[in-house]
């Protein structure tokens, strides 16, 4: 079991009740663990959702906070993985003047080169939306910032794991 510190992406399949956001997050916040990036949303099972959270941690410590999150009574169960373990992606979105569209033929090129894709254009601003890795997003950042963004966002990681999930089957039978 490694003692160095790295990034892990915690799933965690839990009833969807009121306030279990806030005692996942009190576990990380009593060891002082930083969340780099929190995702909620439904699961492949209906009426049971996910927890996608990013941590930057040892080994020995995030099993130790997995059996912290299992001991709360809406977990169903919670799970860890490294980054070579998932598939991953966040996404961004860009605003920017819509006169630079035009005018800055550089821009053209850096909307190609990073494949991201223009989402909604007006007379005032165009939106850009970007997924991949967090360097490509921070990268594309980086390029457009030079021109001037009016807003940005960023979402929280979305994982699925490379091997096959055992939690199907449970959940389905947690369904029944």
Known sequence: MSTEKQLYTVSIYTENNIGLLNRISAIFQRRHINIESLN????????VSKFTIVVFMTEVNIKKIIGQIEKQVEVIKAYYHNDEETIYQISGLFKIKSELLFEEPQIQNIIKNSNARIVTV???FFVLEKSGKKDDI???HKELSVFGIMQ???SG?????????KISTLLESYNN
């Open 40 to 47: 909620t949303s439904p699961s492949e099972i209906e009426g």
């Open 122 to 124: 007006n007379k005032e």
């Open 138 to 140: 921070v990268k594309l």
């Open 152 to 154: 940005f966002t960023r």
């Open 157 to 165: 990681r979305i994982a699925v794991t490379k091997d096959e999930m």
